[in-house]
């Protein structure tokens, strides 16, 4: 069983914090539950309180950028995404500063906690913030190499961390790039293109359909914001029927990227799971999964709704 | 600290050019805060012509000094300023707000040597000297000092006051705020729009030293800079509570709020700077641009 992603966060930046020197950790009031209390530990000197004031922690994070430091102001991704988007977008995005920023407690399975902090309009947000770049890692092995790859990318990034447990995704020696996409199954019948945890329950769908003789392509971008737009619109010509699944609003979500590059390049019939435009309430996570249509019979369903829709338009 | 009679006199004719470039900028550029950066005039010349340590030829050297403008829409006096000292040539000023050019309208750090943060939205000016002033310590950089000038409606941002409690609670004493308390916010007086008395004791109980000064009297400036830098009063950060008047130099201006962001036109600047020139027993000079007609025509003819 892997470990919870939220460890692995705070595993990988006390191995990142060994090997750079320079990277601090910010926290407003939620390192246990972040588990930034790990680098906390590890490095107390390199680890900055700055209590329950986001906007007032971002900003810190652009002076410290300023001064030669890789900071990572550390909350949940509601407040990083909302509470301080000004400061975020102004303080840091617009003069490129060299500012990691994760998003905690994203989407379903945050949970019982309700609709204030169920992180569902950070990817839209955050993608349409000039210079950010954005990620949502599909198992621990992928966080990890965000993590890195955020470290080595000079300029703002948003990634999101899950708190749940998500099943191995990725080979071993895989790599995350900025842009790339991976294909995780073949098949020409319809695409199915997950990102974070939904990619999973694009794998399962296409074992539902694959017993109705449907063959999809399973598509993961890890990498939401640049996109890989050449690898999902070469789907998209053979298949012609996309369905994107995220664990965010498909408003401005991965949904919104998918629509905007089969627009331009590649149209397709389009399904687009996610949670539709609505709050997400407390709940159980697999209650609230049925309850917003995000499990991987939804995905399959989609998938049959969207190749049948491409045959009535032949 | 005794100031040098030849150092008074170099501050006062940096604060009159400050203002004077201001005004010129901001009619070219047909957009800007007059009130807000005459207001700022001697706190900038006293910063940037005797306290600060910079470099003009190496505006990135590590060593430096920070000033973060965290009332950014007083750019065209930072700008002035700027070019003064040598960081870029004193003409790039009349391309303020042109596009393409390095002078943004509110202050880009990526695009204008000298200028340290990137601003606009008030409020964000001061956690980010804040970020700057826990760096120097992680630097071990003791000799330098960070700067932050605020505006007085600004201090109505919560922000500020996140950050307040943030550089009292680490004992910042490597920072410097300083508040251009002009009286007059973008649609009225303080006391009208929203209370801000008493601010000293807000910035005492965050954990400040606070010191206060009339902000156009240079040499008690560079008196109160000299000891806000010297001396350190308990490991607090200091707040300058300085005195000013919005506009001041124009009668027209001087805590009219409708001066807050307006551009003269060409004739109207003209009559401005010779007032300005009078006012501060300098010989008159009008619009440097008066007679371009490329200026008028993109003042009078343009969008």
Known sequence: MPEEMRDAFGHTLVELGHEFPNILVLDADLHTSSKALYFKKAFPDRFIQCGIAEQNMFGIAAGLAMQGFIPFPSTFAVFAAKRAIDQVSISISYPKLNVKIPGSYVGIPTSRAGASHNAIEDV?????????????????REL??????????????????????????????????????????????????????????????????AKDGIHADVLHCGSIKPIDADLIAASARKTRAVVTAENASVVGGLGSAIAE??????????????????????????????HHHMTPADIAAAAKGAIAMREALR | MRVKPEDLVLV?????????????????????????????????????????K???QNPQWERRDRCVLSKAHASPALYAALALRGFFPVEELYTYCELGGRLEGHTDMTRTPGVESSGGPLGQ??????????????REQPGNRVYCLLGDGECDEGQVWEAAMSAGHYHLDNLIAIVDYNKVMAKGFIWDLMSLEPL????????????????????????????????RVHGQPIAIIAHTVKGKGLEEAEFNYQWHTQAPDPDTADAMLRELARNYGRPEEGYSKINDPDAKEKFYGGE
């Open chain 1, 124 to 140: 839209a947000i955050m993608r349409a913030t000039p210079h950010m770049r954005v990620a949502d890692p599909g198992d621990n």
């Open chain 1, 144 to 209: 990890r190499s965000v993590m890195r790859a955020a470290v080595l990318t000079p300029g703002p990034i948003y990634f999101r961390i899950t708190r749940y447990t998500l099943p191995d995704l990725m080979d071993e020696g895989y790599e995350f790039a900025w842009g790339r996409g991976v294909r995780l199954a073949e098949g020409s019948d319809v695409t199915l293109i997950g990102t974070g945890m939904m990619t999973s329950f694009c794998l399962q769908a296409a074992e539902l359909l």
């Open chain 1, 261 to 290: 590059v089969l627009g331009e390049r590649a149209p397709a019939v389009l399904r687009r799971i996610g949670v539709q435009d609505e709050f997400i309430h407390s709940g159980g996570i697999t209650e609230l999964l049925a």
């Open chain 2, 12 to 52: 006062e004719e940096q604060a009159y050019q400050i203002r004077r470039l201001s005004l010129e900028m901001i009619t070219c550029g047909r957009w800007g805060h007059v009130g807000g950066a005459f207001s700022l005039a001697e706190i900038l010349s006293c910063l940037y012509f005797h306290e600060l």
């Open chain 2, 54 to 56: 910079l470099d003009p």
């Open chain 2, 125 to 138: 000016g001061l956690s980010i000297a804040v970020g700057m002033a826990l760096g120097f310590r992680l």
């Open chain 2, 200 to 231: 000293a004791a807000k910035w005492r109980a965050f954990g400040w030293e606070v010191l206060e000064v009339d902000g156009h009297d240079v040499e008690a400036l560079l008196q109160v800079l000299h000891e806000a830098r010297h001396v």
